[in-house]
């Protein structure tokens, strides 16, 4: 899709979404240089709040390459954002049943039209107490694979402090005024791994490489060091299934 194209649904989108963000937030936009004017490519992205996607979004919109999401499915059935996902071209998943490849085959035949696809390759909003980005699931990885596209990461930061992840009341903290950061970096150098058999492995490994470049840059946004072994939602999860076993057997 060409900066020209954005079409009607994602421009009445913007009418909603933007006026509200412009007098609610500041902005901190780095990087839109490095978002492709031509041609299919991924966005890989941090999730630190439930509003980041406005954040990213708005900062996306504004290169004139507009992001096709991959949303929850139920999503698609709420009134009035089932519309606008729908007609903005938002791609449904539908976790845990049959048609759960349908979202990632999606993606891939958007990227090989000349589209951008964003990535939330954490799967769910961060778990790690400093709100650094964990450890990925391989779709992206799987996807860059797949289609050569360009992977460029993403950093962003200040929605979260809006709406922290996983907060007991998901209220609003708007005053003070908070400032959405955005940060876009070149693309990811993958170059290595096209030519290798897709296994877990490399996956991985291709995987780590994205989320590395996005920490980096998140890394700049926030004027610190991120944790040198990134929080692993799986690793807690089996650990609190242990102490569950552990609590039952007593």
């Not at 299919?40 to 290169?63: C, K, P």
């Not at 049943?97 to 990535?119: I, K, L, M, P, T």
């Not at 170059?191 to 490994?205: I, N, S």
Request: hydrophobic share 40%; aromatic share 10%; proline share 8%.
């Amino acid at each position: 899709m060409s900066r020209r194209r954005i079409g009607f649904w994602y421009r009445l989108a913007a009418v909603i979404a933007k006026p509200p963000l412009l007098v609610l937030f500041k902005r901190d936009w780095q990087g839109m240089e490095h978002i492709p004017a031509a041609g299919g490519f991924i966005t890989a992205v941090n999730h630190n709040s439930y509003l980041d996607m406005f954040s990213y979004g708005h900062f996306q919109y504004n290169s004139g390459r507009v992001p096709r999401f991959l949303a929850k499915a139920a999503l698609f059935r709420a009134p009035g954002v089932g519309i606008l996902l729908k007609g903005t071209g938002q791609i449904p998943v539908y976790r845990e049943s049959s048609n759960a490849f349908g979202a990632f085959r999606a993606a891939v035949e958007a990227v090989e039209a000349g589209e951008c696809v964003a990535f939330y390759p954490e799967g769910t909003l961060t778990r790690d107490p400093g709100q650094w980005p964990m450890t990925a699931k391989t779709g992206v990885a799987r996807a860059a694979m797949m289609t050569h596209a360009p992977v460029i990461p993403v950093a962003q930061w200040g929605a979260n402090l809006a709406m922290p992840p996983y907060a007991q009341e998901n209220r609003l903290r708007l005053f003070p005024r908070k400032t959405l950061q955005v940060k876009a970096g070149p693309p990811v150098d993958l170059d290595r791994f096209y030519h290798q058999e897709p296994t877990p492995e490399v996956l991985k490994e291709a995987t780590e490489a994205i989320m590395a470049a996005i920490t980096e840059l998140l890394e700049e946004l926030r004027g610190e060091q991120a944790p040198r072994n990134p929080f692993d939602l799986r690793e807690m999860r089996a650990e609190q299934r242990r102490k569950a076993a552990e609590e039952g057997t007593k």
